[in-house]
């Protein structure tokens, strides 16, 4: 069983279950990818696969990388990560969102959306100062350390600074509904990252 696959966001939207009920969903492309790379415990001391998702033009890309990709015979990929698996598969073999059925839990890794320099209340939620009778403070972070002793401020200290643009991984989602014919999976609920983003999709561990 090879633990997950790679795909990209496409988007929310919602479906209406049998009783009724709207689910708000995302709605990932899940696969196809190939199989570009073995690992097995004898030559590198576990057992994985390296996936390949998303096609990629042969010119822009390396004779090294080209040289990799051509066991597969399936071209180029703009996208490869390694997944653990026991399954018995071999080079050049398709793993698409089958795996996967309603009801299953997931584990969706994206890269969240970078949002700039912001300060602590956007940040953190920091409460604010009052902003009436000439306070100076408003939106300000207040105290951030002590003069005498230790006379620095902490690391780890939570400050203004760079937001989003992280690794970020949403568990034990639920599969509400899977279309292989489409390569879709739609999941309950919200997933990190912009539209057309990479996710990592794999088995909910908490499952």
């Given amino acids: 069983m090879i633990n997950g696959l790679l795909g990209k966001k496409i988007g929310m939207s919602q479906v209406y279950a049998a009783d009724g009920q709207r689910i708000p969903v995302t709605v990932l492309e899940a696969g196809p990818c190939t199989i570009l790379q073995k690992k097995t415990a004898d030559s590198d001391g576990y057992e994985a696969v390296q ?30 990560r390694e997944f653990s698996s026991d399954a018995d598969c071999q080079i050049g ?21 970078g949002k700039g320099f912001q300060g602590v209340m956007k940040r953190w939620g920091f409460a604010g100062g009052r902003a009436s009778h000439g306070s100076m403070f408003k939106r ?9 002793w230790p006379s620095k401020v902490f690391k780890g200290k939570k400050m203004a600074g760079q937001m ?9 989602l639920i599969v509400v509904d899977v279309r292989p014919e489409q390569n879709l999976i739609l999941v309950r609920g919200a997933v990190p990252g912009p539209k057309n983003g990479l996710v990592v999709i794999r088995k909910g561990i908490k499952a």
């Avoid at 390949?52 to 180029?76: L, V």
């Avoid at 698409?96 to 059925?101: A, E, R």
């Avoid at 643009?165 to 568990?171: D, H, P």
């Fill in 140 to 148: 300000g972070p207040g105290s951030i350390g002590q003069s005498a």
């Fill in 164 to 172: 989003g643009n992280i690794r970020v991984t949403t568990q034990n």
């Fill in 51 to 80: 996936l390949g998702f998303g096609a990629k033009k042969t010119h822009r890309t390396n004779k090294p990388a080209m040289g990799h990709f051509k066991k597969a015979g399936k071209g180029a990929f703009a996208h490869i």
């Fill in 93 to 113: 073999d398709e793993v698409t969102c089958g795996m996967f059925k309603p009801g299953d839990r997931i584990d969706v890794t994206g890269t969240s959306k």
